[in-house]
């Protein structure tokens, strides 16, 4: 498998095709086809409860936490397959 490959894997739950295939410049069907062939999946921000913000802001204190699962296929355990996000509040402030 190629380093590609890995990335895709491993970024394409949290980022999806579009972003990937930008950053790797590659075509978005080569993405898709990819994650498809290894059992990943992709999950847009609205469907998180909580649902995540579009754009994420610098943050001074935590007052929200989100976990996020992955489904990953190549994780060995929960632990590994779990991203955080911290919040300061549920407004998105500019500074």
């Given at each position: 498998?190629?380093?590609d490959s890995y990335y895709i894997i491993?970024?394409?739950p949290l980022f999806g095709g579009s972003a990937l295939a930008k950053?790797?410049?590659i075509p978005f069907r080569r993405v898709q086809y990819i994650?498809?062939?290894n059992g990943v999946k992709y999950k847009p921000v609205d469907k998180y409860n909580p649902p995540l913000p579009r754009a994420l802001t610098c943050y001074d204190m935590v007052k929200r936490v989100s976990l996020l699962d992955r489904d990953s296929p190549l994780s060995k355990d929960a632990v590994e397959?779990?991203?955080i996000i911290?919040?300061?509040s549920l407004d998105q402030v500019h500074r």
């Open positions: 498998m190629s380093e491993d970024n394409y950053k790797l410049n994650a498809r062939e397959d779990c991203v911290f919040y300061d």
